[in-house]
């Protein structure tokens, strides 16, 4: 990944954005856990861990192969603990192929899990954006199931959901599944209140794009200059998802330089900064439009287990089964 020409890329667009993915160095991912655990509306953490632990005999498939287990976008791997933990009950040892944006928190959360479980996990992380790990899937041979946690997946443009997807199914075989989790919340206040809650712990989550900006790129953007706002925009159309759009808006006039990029950018007051590309990030969806977005990656939605307020499906899908 171009950072430098995906970063210039979206200061100069109209809109101008900085990609969802940018706020996730050491500290962003930090962040992003104290969001988890701290923000009482953000109901995503909760409902899912909910059906983790009380679904996760369900979801793993009865397999008496050895698996290599996936983690795309892993975090700290917390949610993946669950998978790792029962799959070791019926093997030995298995592989772990945690792949992560920020090398740095991959490589301590890494060491944290072999101290941890030891030889019983071979650890194959990959540094790297979600198409540098689904390619070197390519080359991992056998049985995989491959999770996609915490919400991850619906950060991304929906036309990049539809790519991934693509690209995930190739690198399936009959006996392989992916499992994600999938927001599936539709009452606005809801969803705004999560995503900008207001005791502010997620602004240091989001303002951690200018701050990293700052710092790597020479900028000097004053993060009290923006005004935090959500906005969720709801559709129930089959080939398409409900959004939030996640931006600053400009209290003022300002003129800024990023020597680092070799640009300078003006915002106009009231002018909005989006902390995302697209049209928003953080899609919420109905189960049609899941089915939908399976099979345009020709994949099956064969089941999937919410919690009680349904908040939170995580799905099941696997690739077609040919008849003989």
Not at 115 to 125: A, M, P, Q, T
Request: proline residues 4%; negative net charge; hydrophobic residues 35%.
């Amino acid at each position: 990944m171009d950072t430098e020409a995906a970063l210039r890329e979206g200061l100069t667009s109209t809109p101008k954005y900085i990609p969802v993915w940018y706020r996730y160095d050491k500290a962003g991912s930090i962040f992003n856990d104290r969001c988890l655990s701290d923000n009482t509306y953000y109901y995503f953490y909760s409902s899912e861990m909910h059906i983790l632990s009380n679904k996760i005999k369900e979801i793993l498939p009865d397999v008496s192969e050895v698996p290599h287990l996936v983690d795309m976008g892993s975090g700290n791997s917390e949610k993946t603990r669950g998978f790792i933990d029962s799959l070791l009950v019926n093997h030995d040892t298995i592989t772990y192929i945690p792949v992560d944006i920020s090398k740095d928190f991959l490589a301590e959360t890494s060491e944290q899990l072999s101290v941890i479980y030891g030889d019983r996990l071979n650890i194959k992380s990959i540094p790297g954006d979600y198409d540098v790990g689904i390619e070197q899937l390519k080359d991992v041979a056998g049985l995989k199931i491959i999770t996609w946690l915490g919400g991850g997946f619906q950060n991304q443009r929906y036309q990049d959901q539809i790519r991934r997807l693509q690209m995930l199914s190739k690198v399936m075989t009959e006996k392989c599944c992916l499992i994600i989790s999938l927001d599936i919340t539709q009452e606005k206040k809801q969803v705004e209140n999560a995503y900008l809650d207001p005791t502010g712990i997620s602004a240091d989550l989001y303002l951690n794009a200018i701050t990293r900006l700052n710092k790597e790129y020479g900028s000097d953007i004053n993060t009290d200059s923006l005004k935090l706002e959500a906005e969720y925009i709801q559709t129930k159309t089959p080939e398409d998802t409900s959004y939030v759009r996640l931006f600053g808006t400009s209290l003022e006039p300002q003129q800024h330089r990023i020597p680092g990029l070799g640009i300078a950018i003006n915002l106009a007051k009231d002018e909005r900064l989006y902390f995302h590309e697209g049209k928003g990030v953080s899609c919420k969806y109905t189960i049609d439009q899941i089915k939908t977005l399976a099979a345009s990656a020709e994949l099956c939605l064969e089941n999937y287990w919410t919690d009680p307020d349904q908040h939170v499906a995580v799905c099941y899908f696997a690739t077609p089964k040919t008849t003989s």
